[in-house]
């Protein structure tokens, strides 16, 4: 059955990980969780399409795994976090994937991360028109609504702490004296 498409498909590069994609991906994330066992990986390594066959999986979703390719995976279902574990059965890591995944080498993808990140500009919905989301909208003006001034209000000063006595050891002690 194909997805049903959904307002924010249309973000460049983003495969929005909603109930839909989780249930569509239950066998590529329960693949890559396998791979947090030392014997599950030694036999994936062993002979990958044969592992592969435990899982119900897509022969789309197969070929991504096969292929290492991550975006696919995602668009397919795979969850970010999960699929990193093949990455890693692979010894690479998840700045590695990051990199490959944004089409660039991993030098320059820290860069941009060290740099603050992608622009936003040209990587928000196409539809909305580079416009902020109609529910981050949504949200703002009902909060801006409900907010009022508040009265400011002084802090009560603090009791002082009263002394402590001396322990009933010592007390003691000096009574028998």
Known sequence: MARKAQIYDDIPGTYVFDA???R???GINMFCMSLMKDDNRKAFKANEAEYLKKFRLTPEQAEAVLKRDYNRLLELGGNIYFT???GATDG???QHLAAVMTGNTQE???KMMFGGGRSVEGNRSRSGENTPS???T????AKK???KPKAKVKAKAKPKAKAKSKSKSKSKSKKRK
């Open 145 to 147: 609504s409900a907010a």
């Open 20 to 22: 839909e994609r989780s």
């Open 84 to 86: 990193a574990k093949l």
């Open 92 to 94: 690479h890591s998840f």
């Open 24 to 26: 569509e991906g239950y």
């Open 108 to 110: 320059d993808y820290a």
């Open 134 to 136: 109609k529910f981050l």
């Open 138 to 141: 949504a949200g703002a003006s």
